[in-house]
């Protein structure tokens, strides 16, 4: 069993998940999942990295609540305990001194991008960052961000703080920022990837986008995580999670995610969770 040091919803809908799991700790590098599962009944739920704590042995996942799985792991208390938190898995996310990164974060990819950043920042990179939300309410980490980045870029729906509007407008906003990367990694729900993947295929610059698609096992074996890269098809559990995003098939892997959303939305019903939606 593993224990929860924190479970605290830190923005609408997002929370902060710390488990202790020395042996996880020691050897995650950015851009690992973990797979956890809630219960002994409850599935297996991928879930990003967004920090860890080598000395104390624990691990740091932002994870929106957005499902049955997910309302369950959103009800578990700091100090209680956990079955299953299997990791690191996946492949770690490429980490060299590129130049000019940009790193763009989004929903819980704010918090998985962060050690991402961290490490391109310790490769040397002029790093920049740029925080995307509906509103400002909905942003975090900011403050960890500034230390590592040039500058913190935000972007609201609303316009309550930073650019208004959405990523849509990357390319007005790179260039009054006089920002030119020679990478860009995004980090967020499937939406923000795709269309930052189709910005940045016109421009020509090189973009990673950190794939979130349904998962079994973690280990290559059951094939459900299955996407289109480049015309072949690859395991995100074990080819990615890290993939060139001008190269995957955006709607095979839409129409994949939503394979399950049915039976997502009845066990919320029935447990009264639904109201939450
Ligand atoms: Fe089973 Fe990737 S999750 S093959």
Redesign the pocket.
Known sequence: MYRIIERRMIVPNLHEFIVEAPEVANSIKPGNFVIVRPDETGERV?LSVADWNREAGTVTSIFMQVGASTAKLARLKPGGEIPTFAGPLGRETEIQNFGTVLCIGGCYGIGSVFPIARALKEAGNTLYTILEARSAYLLYWQEMFKPLSERVIEITRDGTSGYKGHLARLPEIIAMEKIRPDRIIVNGCTFQMMKVSQITKEMAIKTMVNMN??????????????LSVAGKTK????DGPDFDGRDVDWVEFLNRRRTYNPEEVYPLHKSGCASHY
């Not at 395991?235 to 074990?238: H, N, S």
């Open positions: 991928p698609p349904i998962m079994i096992d973690g280990t290559g074996m059951c094939g459900v995580c299955r395991f995100a559990c074990v």
